[in-house]
């Protein structure tokens, strides 16, 4: 059982930088992929990112390319969303999740956080 814990979300101006920390506990944080999701009032749950276990591997939602990045510290047993360049419309509650193998799919993936609100001020 991996427990995920979010932190780093708050307000912030359009265009601003905020930087998201997922601290994972009960597992082997390595050996699962990390990925981030999204998800804003009154819509579906939005794949933003995703990490392979080394670290080696990344992909992004194609709205997210160039402005956010997903890192993984190892040995921290933390992930991380650095978020550049940020619209009003990337406020959402933003979740990691682990799970064995990758995917875009929310539904894929075994273990989340809680969330941490991002709210983008215009």
């Known amino acids: 059982q991996v427990q995920l814990v979010e932190s780093g979300g708050g307000l912030v101006q359009a265009g601003g930088s905020l930087r998201l920390s997922c601290a994972a506990s009960?597992?082997?944080?390595?050996?699962?992929?990390m990925a981030w999701f999204r998800q804003a009032p009154g819509k579906e749950r939005e794949f933003v990112a995703f990490?392979?276990?080394?670290?080696?591997?990344?992909l992004y939602a194609d709205s997210m390319k160039g402005r956010f990045t997903i890192a993984r510290d190892n040995a921290k047993n933390t992930g991380y969303l650095q978020m550049n360049s940020l619209r009003p419309e990337d406020t959402a509650v933003y979740f990691c999740?682990?799970?064995?193998?990758?995917?875009?799919?929310?539904?894929?993936?075994?273990?989340w956080g809680q969330g941490t609100q991002v709210t983008v001020s215009s």
């Open positions: 999740a682990v799970n064995r193998r990758y995917s875009r799919l929310a539904s894929r993936y075994d273990y």
């Open positions: 990490i392979t276990g080394s670290g080696d591997t990344t």
């Open positions: 009960g597992g082997s944080f390595s050996s699962y992929i």
